[in-house]
């Protein structure tokens, strides 16, 4: 765990080749550290208008070993808590035929809206759900931001509400995660985490090492136009898990391709990130460009996440010092 901050003196000064002096630990549903300095790993989003099963032989064969369930797959329910004792049975035993270990999941995405009453409870049951198939991070989003995106915010008084509504159903579930030893990280998505500094307003606020961020440089480039987002190094102490996605174009062009191919400057990201310490899970999570995710062909997504995979496997190397992917 952090035990002090590094200063962004001290992470821009240590360079690629230099971590930041600190106990960093990714930690397992159960407690225990990860020997691993990183698990790079693939969404089912992509996927997501296929059977999950399909999309497990891609990211296999892509040469992922980590996968990221989505909650949906052919428009129905894939990883939800509603899930029988049979078909999780069935789905533990898909992870392990296609050598692939779930290590990150979203929470609340199927009604858990924490400005509602219900949200909370939706959460903790996602979180049930991660703590039996032992993913120990899971991502979530704060209230949106806009009426209309990307040019008509919510009215003052109606965001500043559903803020510290948002806020009220956090603090309920965050000691649930601190019981379960499950990670929530918190992901930049306009509003609330729209920017480096933004997501550092909301672990100051809400204190635990079971609150973190899961920092997304696509979304920050989509959403907000920034690129490079000049606080992450003041934020990389508070990364514990990474959404790689990639935007190409300005503000609001809706343009994902593969990463490396945008804006994202992933060298320079991962040098901050793994010069503060970064131990944890990451995961690509768009490939799409400009075309209709629902409508590729399940081979063009193969070939895109592989090609992802070609891009990263030794960038990550090279940042971290090590190679595990």
Same mark, same amino acid.
């Given at each position: 765990?952090?035990?002090?901050? @590094? ?45 999950? %099963? ?23 329910? @894939? ?85 510290? @509504? ?30 480096? @500094? ?105 070939? %895109? ?21």
């Amino acid at each position: 765990m952090v035990r002090r901050n @590094a200063t962004r003196r001290e992470i821009l000064a240590g360079g690629a080749g230099a971590a930041v002096t600190m106990a960093w630990s990714a930690v397992t549903p159960g407690g225990g550290e990860s020997k691993e300095p990183y698990q790079l790993g693939c969404q089912t989003l992509p996927y997501r208008a296929y059977p999950l %099963r399909r999309a497990l032989e891609g990211i296999q064969k892509a040469g992922y070993r980590f996968v990221h369930p989505f909650h949906t797959h052919e428009g129905k329910p @894939a990883f939800t808590p509603d899930m029988t004792a049979a078909q999780r049975a069935e789905l533990k035993r898909m992870f392990r035929d296609h050598g692939l270990t779930p290590h990150m999941a979203f929470i609340g995405l199927a009604g858990g809206d924490l400005t509602t009453e219900k949200g909370p409870t939706v959460w903790k049951k996602d979180l049930d759900l991660f703590r039996e198939f032992e993913i120990g991070t899971c991502v979530g989003v704060g209230p949106w931001y806009f009426k209309k995106f990307p040019d008509q915010p919510r009215p003052a008084d109606e965001w500043a509400a559903a803020c510290e @509504a948002w806020y009220k159903g956090l603090e309920q579930v965050v000691p649930y995660a601190e019981q379960l030893g499950i990670t929530i990280t918190l992901k930049p998505h306009t509003g609330i985490t729209a920017t480096a @500094a933004a997501c550092l307003k909301i672990v100051r606020r809400v204190v635990s090492e079971r609150l973190k961020i899961c920092w997304d440089a696509g979304n920050v480039s989509y959403y907000e136009g920034v690129r490079p987002d000049p606080d992450l190094p003041a934020l990389a102490p508070h990364v514990r898990a990474v959404c790689i996605k990639d935007h190409r174009g300005p503000r609001a062009n809706p343009d994902f391709p593969v990463p490396g191919e945008g804006n994202v400057d992933h060298e320079a990201m991962f040098k901050i990130l793994f010069g503060a310490g970064f131990r944890g899970p990451l995961s690509v999570e768009r490939v799409d460009g400009t075309m209709n995710a629902m409508q590729m062909e399940a081979e063009l997504i193969d070939r %895109r996440i592989a090609q992802a995979h070609a891009f990263l496997a030794p960038l990550l190397k090279k940042c971290s010092g090590r190679s595990t992917v």
